[in-house]
Nanobody, 116 residues
Framework: QVQLRESGGGLVQAGDSLRLSCTAS????????MAWYRQAPGKERVFVAA????????YYVDSVKGRFTISRDNAKKTVYLQMNSLKPEDTAVYYC?????????WGQGTQVTVSS
């Protein structure tokens, strides 16, 4: 049974930075493509960023390019999302997800609130 647990969310001001972490227990983390999604109040969950299992490739939604960086440490079974220059529109619950060919496993989410 694979479990993903996010941490690092919080309340910050516009322009601040946060680093989210997602740690896996069970499973073969190093074999998983990992991703971050977010869901703003009243909106659907959307893709934010993804990273291949060997960190060879990363992908971002246009709205976070240049501000967010996804990375991973396979030895620690952890994926990170460094978020800089945060904006109020980044306010959402952030979820990590992973799997071999699709987002099979999901965390419970961590709240990020950016005040203006």
């Amino acid at each position: 049974q694979v479990q993903l647990r996010e941490s690092g969310g919080g309340l910050v001001q516009a322009g601040d930075s946060l680093r989210l972490s997602c740690t896996a227990s069970g499973g073969s983390f190093s074999m998983y493509r990992m991703a971050w999604y977010r869901q703003a109040p009243g909106k659907e969950r959307v893709f934010v960023a993804a990273i291949t299992r060997n960190s060879g490739n990363t992908y971002y939604v246009d709205s976070v390019k240049g501000r967010f960086t996804i990375s991973r440490d396979n030895a620690k079974k952890t994926v990170y999302l460094q978020m800089n220059s945060l904006k109020p529109e980044d306010t959402a619950v952030y979820y990590c997800a992973g799997g071999i060919t699709s987002d099979t496993y999901w965390g419970q989410g961590t709240q990020v609130t950016v005040s203006s």
